[in-house]
């Protein structure tokens, strides 16, 4: 099996190649000076099943032409096979037209993402369970919860002092799986609205019962406005002690400053995105998925 990394995340793609004993395979990407990136494989992939792990986070659209770039290289060498693993899917939040007028961008991607020759994906805690269905390849969808579980319980948090909590009901599905694996642990989740137009949140009602110590639990921190909506109203109805686990540290705008002078005790997210040193904080812990991913890896030999 040979392992490509694109730009965006080298350091996950890195751990991965070691856990499947190999190194990453050698490749070149070229900028021109008008912005256009040139990509050619430095290996012979003739007969070989290939993998390409880019995440592609921040800058997205530069990220996925990367992606499609290196699977069409891959593919026009004569490789068996490729599969992508994209940790962070860009897009995934425009999964439906929410407002007449709207593209659907999400769909736009996934339908180039198949025109590319991409023969199987591995993808990470998405924002909806929809959205392997929206795909004509096998997609593998993998989650970050049994790595949370097993830090949770590390942390020594128990039951009857914890409670899980959804900061929306979209994420009430999330938070009743981590429940199950932490023997029933109770949960209860916000009532968020947010203006499509602005991206503003607001939360005025928890559903279920609140605890001295919450661990909030979401797919992603983009901004960070549902995190500290969530803590705000946390922190309104007695709660002492919050900690916060989430996927994928998108960290947009100032959300790392604002994360670290908030009321949270810590926050633990995963490699799927790469935090450059400028957006590290001393409250953050990052988990690797690297393992989950090589696991799965290893399955289709
Ligand atoms: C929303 O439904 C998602 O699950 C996340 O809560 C949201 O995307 C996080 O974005 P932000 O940090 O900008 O509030």
Redesign the pocket.
């Known amino acids: 099996m040979k392992v490509f990394s694109g730009s965006s995340n080298k350091p996950l793609a890195e751990k991965i190649a070691e856990k499947l004993k190999t190194k990453l395979s050698p490749l070149e990407i070229h900028i021109f000076p008008d912005g256009e990136k040139r990509v050619r494989i430095l290996e012979k992939v003739v007969d070989n099943e290939c993998v390409v792990v880019q995440s592609t986070s921040t800058p997205t659209d530069q990220n996925y032409m990367e992606l499609f770039f290196i699977v069409d290289a891959i593919r026009r060498s004569g490789a068996k096979s490729a599969t992508a693993v994209i940790p962070y899917l860009g897009y995934q939040?425009q999964d439906h037209i929410f407002r007449e007028g709207e593209a659907v961008s999400l769909e736009v991607v996934i339908r180039t993402l198949e025109a590319v020759g991409m023969d199987k994906l591995i993808l990470f805690d998405l924002?909806s369970i929809k959205i392997p269905e929206l795909f004509h390849i096998p997609v593998c969808h993998l989650s970050a919860l049994p790595l949370f579980a097993e830090k949770i319980k590390e942390e020594r948090f128990t039951n009857n002092s914890t409670v899980l909590i959804s900061?929306?009901m979209?994420?009430i599905r999330r938070i009743k799986m981590l429940s199950e694996m932490l023997s029933g642990m109770p949960y209860a989740s916000i009532v968020k609205n947010r203006n499509l137009a602005t991206?503003e949140?607001t939360a005025e009602e928890i559903e279920g019962e609140v605890k001295k110590r919450a661990l909030i639990v979401?797919?992603?921190?983009?901004?960070?406005?549902?995190?500290i909506t969530a803590v705000n109203l946390l922190l309104q109805k007695g709660v002492s002690e919050i900690y916060v686990f989430a996927t994928h540290p998108v960290f947009?705008n100032a959300?790392p400053q604002v994360l670290q002078k908030s009321a949270i005790k810590k926050v633990f997210v995963t490699d799927s995105i790469e935090v450059p040193e400028k957006k590290q904080f001393p409250k953050l812990e990052v988990l690797s998925i690297a393992k989950m991913i090589a696991d799965e890896l290893k399955k289709k030999r």
């Not at 979401?218 to 995190?227: A, E, F, K, L, P």
């Open positions: 939040r924002h900061p929306d979209g994420g991206g949140t979401d797919d992603m921190i983009s901004s960070g406005s549902t995190i947009s959300a």
